[in-house]
Each structure stands twice: as structure tokens, then as C-alpha cells.
């Protein structure tokens, strides 16, 4: 299940370890001589129970406050009954109850941590090239080699330190250059600092309610909406699902707004101010969800609501004290005639300079979520003069602790104008540990074995093995030089006697030279001749094609042709049926017509006929009545003749 080897360079690593530990512990302060702060910080994400805090070069302890950056030096305890999780880029330590964590260096290459006692549940779904994640107990250091998940377990009572690996892969380092390696599903439990296996040894109650409190905790990281918009390296962007909502804007992209908030609330307003070194003066909002919109993004006023920008945010955004400008104002410009600073958030599109001495490099890095929102930079800040953005406070209060309504100065419009914009804050720092930033005094305290004074003589005594293990690494060191002048005279001695084989090898390498080049002489013709034949069939098969393609072109274009032949003869066809239907037509009209001329004859003859008819009864009348005339003529001229007429 596990493998036991020496290791060099992990004695090496081991002393580095926990010389560095020491170092970092015993003087933080020296810290604020680097040229860069660090990076990225660590954020307490959740807490339940009493969660106590104690900040780097202070012996007190403190009710742990979540939006206060954690950073080297800074310890952690949980008490009965209590967990917490600390969050560092999209890495989670996950804390049981009556657990000691103290963060022994973090910066942006290193992430090391000391568990002096209780259970850590850690969870690294990403490990960078060229990061180093480190967990170090009173008996050894575990290294993260993979992402994954795993728990250790430090028991300072009994001496002993359990390591259980879900997934991933780490390897655990002890003195004297001892290292196990530990894979998927594999677990330890060691005695001492030389990596001595226990079997057998007894677990610590309660570790099923953590398994179901870690489970949970990972459901709610997996369902985040917030993880959609913003990398999981941007700290507390688990409390924006909880506070707020998502909405897409024309002129900013995905933006985020709080809910419930007062309607003269403005961002930076509700929170105060401290001294985190190596920042200096740090914003430590009051809000829940106050962390990731204060050190990370932009702030955007849209219509009557404010909104929080957060940027193309990439992988390991860089963390930044407050993204706000400030202004100085005299007693005869703030109300009430005190003087007062003040500051408003920065604007999407506007650059963010620190108060502190960095590299362009730094300042760059800071700036990079921004810097496709060029196009929305000015060169006044727009925040100043955006009413209620600005929030102004009298000089005597500033980074005295929690700011309250009361203590705001309500300067006029007009004169906002007058205040001068400075990038660094225009209050001195006091070198006052103790003005602000933590919470009351700690109502559960560490067991006395956990104070500053035993970890520092735990820490000694590490230093002093680790000095012993730099010690045996030299010896080793000399020996594999030994080994090495050894190992040269006999490749010396190889030498020689392969130069007295290459003699009778040149020979038979000539002739396999010849031979093979015969054989890539014939293997050339070979080729040719395939590629000629290649080609050929290549020529043929395009020739084929060609010709097809010419048949069905051909047979296309008589397709065409009898298509349109068709067209013409149905066209002839039916311009004859036209042209018979027009001759019908005509010759109906022309039947029509004749007739209608028969009709009209036959009426005139028939008129004609009774005309004749009439003229011929009219004679006949006349005749009638003329003879009449005549019988009656001749009566009267001749009586007797008429009487003897019978």
C-alpha cells in the first residue's frame, strides 16, 4: 500500500519547510520588505460553532470575523462542537471541531499550512504546474502531488498523524530524508517524525457527522450559480448565490446585485478599515457576501441600483486591499469642520493603483479582469461625483474599527469638486495591530499546549531536526560524489576498451553502411516506381473522371435538349388547338350569322307572301264589288232583263 524509499532532495525540501515556518512565524513583519505582496490571500467561507482567530504577531485570541483576509502567520481554532472552512484559490481546508490551523506561508508559489491539532479535510480540485500545497504536522509534511481530496488527522496527545487519501496523489516527508508515497484509496498512520507506521491506531469520535458536513458543503460548491460568471479562485463568490442575483447588462456583460440593501447604500460603505500587512490599509466589509465584491471587479451604478462587475476574471485572480480612489478634505470643505477622508469604488474600465510600492508587472496583473473595458475609462473618476457614491469620514476615526452612520461627513456637491484624488489612502499607517479588523476578544480559547509559546519550542525543535537533516543530506551528498568518481573511472575503463572494438567494427560498419545503402537505393527505386505507378493510376482515375464527367454532361445537356423539344412541340400543339378553336369559333359565328340571314329571308318572305296575299284579296274585292257595280248598272238600265235572269 505504501512505499518507503530515501529521498535527497526531499530532506531538502523537509528543511526548507520548516525553516521557512519558523521564519514566516518569528518575524512576519518582515514581510512588507518584499516589492510585490502576495497575490491571492485565504478567506474563513464558513463557519459554525465558536470559531476563534489569532492574527500573525499577535499572542490574543479573537471571535473569528469571515471577511478579514487570512494570510501568513494567521491561526485558526474550533472549538466543541464548531467548523470552519478556509478557502485559497478554489482549494478548500475544511475544519473539524477542537482543530488548530495556523497558516505558516502563503504567497504565490507556496501554500503552507500547520495542523497542530484535530482533523482537515482538504479538497484541491486543481493543483497549478509550479504552486506547492503542504500540510505539516508535529511528526511530518504532506505534499499534494495531484488533485484530489484527503484528511489528516494530528493527535499531539498521542504523538501520531493519520493520513487517509480519497483521490490524487501525495507524498508524506519525515526527517532524515524518509518520504512515503500515497496514492487513491490509500492511508497511514505514522509515530514520530521518521514516518514509523501504527496499525491499528484509534480514531477520533464524530468523523461520520464531519463526512456528512464535508458532503454537504462540496452538494453547495457544485450547485453554485455564481461559479457560472466567476472563476472558483475568487474568494466568498459562494455567498453572492445566497445574497444577490445574476443579470446580463448591454454595456458591463454579467453583473450582480444585492438584495436587500438600504436605498442610500453605496459599496465600501458598511465595514471598516484595518492595517493587514503587507497591504497596509485593508477593506473588511460588514456584509456576508462584502469579501469578493471588495477585492475583486468593479462597481457599476445602473439606473437607481448598484451593481457588481466583476470583469473577464481568468484563473488565480490577484487579490487587491480595496478597489476604491480616495480624497482628503480640509476642515473648511467637510462639514462640520473636521477633516476628513474619504473614497468612492472604482468604476468598470478605470485602473486600480496601489498605495504601496509594486512592479508595473503587479499592477498590470491586478488590472487584467478591466482591461477590455478600456472603452469605458475616463480620465476623472466617475464615482466621484456619481451622488451618494462617496463616502467620507473624519480622519480621527479612519481605521478605528467599524464605522458607524453617525460618524459620516455630508459634504455638498459643490465642493466634492475641491477634494484631491489620491490613489493611496491620505491617513498615515499607525503601526496599530490592535485598532480594528478582528472581533471581541475570543470567548474559547486553544488548550494551553497550542499557545505561541509551545508551537515556537515545537517549531525549534523542528529546526533543530531539520538542521540534522540537512546535515545527513550533505553526507549523502559527499558519498554519491564518491560514487560518481568511481563510476567515471569505469566508463574511463569502457572507454578504452570500446575503442579497441571500434577498430574491428569500423569495417563491418562500412560494409552495413554500403549494404544499407544499397537497400535505400533500392527501396528509392521501389518508391519511384510505386509513385510512378501512383500517379498513373492517379492520371488514370482523373481521366475516367473526366470522362464521366463529360457523359454526364452530354447527357445532361440531350436531357436539356429533349426537355426543350418537348417544350416546343407541346408549345406548336398548342398553339394549333388554339388556333383550331379560334377557326371553330369563327365558323360558329359565321353559321350564326347565316342564320340569322335564313331567319331574316324567310321573315321578308313571309311578310313578302302576306302582302301578296292581302294585295290579291284586295283585287279580288275590288273585282267583286266592280261586278257588283256592273249588275247593279245593268238592272237599273234594264229592268226586264234583270227579272228574267233566274
Not at 478567506?43 to 504577531?57: H, I
Not at 470575523?65 to 464548531?82: F, K, S
Not at 473648511?332 to 485602473?351: D, I, S, Y
Not at 508595473?360 to 466617475?382: F, G, H, K, P, S
Amino acid at each position: 500500500m505504501t512505499r518507503r524509499h530515501m529521498h535527497p532532495p526531499a530532506a531538502r525540501v523537509a528543511a526548507g519547510w520548516l525553516l521557512g515556518l519558523v521564519m514566516m512565524l518569528l518575524a512576519g513583519a518582515a514581510a512588507w520588505a518584499q516589492e510585490d505582496p502576495p497575490g491571492r490571500v485565504a478567506r474563513l467561507n464558513e463557519q459554525q460553532g465558536t470559531v476563534s482567530f489569532s492574527p500573525a504577531g499577535d499572542d490574543s485570541w479573537y471571535d473569528a470575523v469571515p471577511n478579514r483576509p487570512i494570510t501568513t502567520g494567521d491561526r485558526l481554532w474550533t472549538d466543541r462542537n464548531a467548523r470552519a472552512e478556509l478557502q485559497v484559490d478554489a482549494t478548500a481546508l475544511r475544519m473539524d471541531d477542537q482543530t488548530q490551523l495556523v497558516v505558516s506561508e502563503l504567497d504565490d508559489d507556496n501554500a503552507r499550512f500547520t495542523l497542530s491539532q484535530g482533523r482537515l479535510q482538504l479538497s484541491a480540485p486543481e493543483l497549478p504546474a509550479g504552486q506547492r500545497l503542504e500540510i505539516g504536522t508535529a511528526n511530518l509534511a504532506v505534499v499534494v502531488e495531484a488533485p484530489g481530496d484527503l484528511r489528516i488527522e494530528a493527535d499531539p496527545a498521542a504523538g501520531t498523524t493519520r493520513v487517509a487519501v480519497a483521490s490524487g496523489a501525495v507524498t508524506l516527508y519525515g526527517e532524515n530524508g524518509e518520504s512515503v508515497a500515497l496514492g487513491a484509496h490509500q492511508q497511514l498512520t505514522v509515530s514520530g517524525r521518521q514516518l514509523a507506521a501504527v496499525s491499528g491506531a484509534p480514531v477520533r469520535a464524530g468523523e461520520a457527522a464531519f463526512d456528512r458536513w464535508v458532503a454537504e458543503r462540496e452538494r453547495l460548491e457544485a450547485q453554485s450559480i455564481a461559479a457560472r460568471y466567476v472563476p472558483r479562485e475568487v474568494l466568498g463568490y459562494q455567498q453572492l448565490d445566497r445574497y444577490g442575483d445574476w443579470q446580463n447588462d448591454p454595456s458591463y456583460g454579467a453583473v450582480w446585485y444585492p438584495r436587500s440593501v438600504d436605498p442610500e447604500w453605496a459599496p465600501y460603505r458598511d465595514g471598516q478599515w484595518t492595517e493587514i500587512a503587507p497591504w497596509g490599509w485593508t477593506w473588511i466589509d460588514a456584509a456576508p457576501w462584502g469579501f469578493a465584491t471588495s477585492h475583486y471587479g468593479r462597481w457599476a451604478r445602473v439606473g437607481p441600483r448598484w451593481a457588481w462587475v466583476p470583469g473577464r476574471l481568468g484563473p488565480r485572480p490577484v487579490y487587491a486591499p480595496a478597489l476604491v480612489g480616495f480624497v482628503g478634505a480640509h476642515a473648511n470643505v467637510a462639514a462640520g469642520g473636521r477633516p476628513g477622508v474619504g473614497w468612492f469604488p472604482l468604476a468598470p474600465g478605470e485602473a486600480w493603483r496601489p498605495g504601496y510600492r509594486a512592479s508595473q508587472r503587479y499592477v498590470d496583473d491586478v488590472n487584467r479582469a478591466i482591461a477590455y473595458q478600456r472603452q469605458l475609462a475616463r480620465a476623472d473618476y466617475l464615482h466621484r461625483n456619481t451622488p451618494g457614491a462617496l463616502s467620507l469620514v473624519p480622519v480621527d476615526i479612519f481605521g478605528r474599527g467599524p464605522i458607524a452612520r453617525r460618524d459620516f461627513l455630508r459634504v455638498p456637491d459643490d465642493r466634492i469638486a475641491q477634494m484631491q484624488i489620491a490613489t493611496a489612502v491620505p491617513v498615515p499607517l499607525r503601526g496599530d495591530r490592535h485598532a480594528g479588523g478582528f472581533g471581541r476578544s475570543a470567548s474559547a480559547l486553544p488548550p494551553p499546549d497550542l499557545r505561541p509559546r509551545q508551537i515556537q519550542q515545537l517549531q525549534a525543535r523542528q529546526l533543530q531536526q531539520a538542521q540534522q537533516a540537512q546535515q545527513a543530506q550533505q553526507q549523502q551528498q559527499l558519498q554519491l560524489q564518491q560514487r560518481a568518481v568511481q563510476a567515471r573511472q569505469q566508463q574511463l575503463q569502457l572507454q578504452q576498451a570500446q575503442r579497441f572494438q571500434q577498430g574491428q567494427q569500423m569495417q563491418q560498419a562500412q560494409q552495413m553502411q554500403q549494404m544499407q545503402q544499397m537497400q535505400q537505393m533500392q527501396q528509392r527505386e521501389a518508391v519511384r516506381q510505386q509513385q510512378e505507378l501512383q500517379q498513373r493510376a492517379a492520371q488514370a482515375q482523373a481521366q475516367q473522371q473526366m470522362q464521366l464527367q463529360q457523359q454526364q454532361q452530354q447527357a445532361w445537356r440531350a436531357q436539356q435538349e429533349m426537355q426543350q423539344r418537348a417544350a416546343q412541340a407541346q408549345q406548336l400543339q398548342m398553339q394549333q388547338l388554339q388556333q383550331q378553336q379560334a377557326q371553330r369559333a369563327q365558323q360558329m359565328q359565321a353559321q350564326q350569322q347565316q342564320a340569322q340571314q335564313l331567319q331574316m329571308q324567310q321573315h321578308n318572305a313571309l311578310r313578302q307572301s302576306q302582302e301578296i296575299q292581302q294585295r290579291t284579296m284586295q283585287q279580288i274585292q275590288q273585282r267583286a264589288a266592280d261586278v257588283r257595280a256592273q249588275q247593279m248598272q245593268r238592272a237599273i238600265r234594264d229592268p226586264g232583263q234583270q227579272s228574267d235572269r233566274p
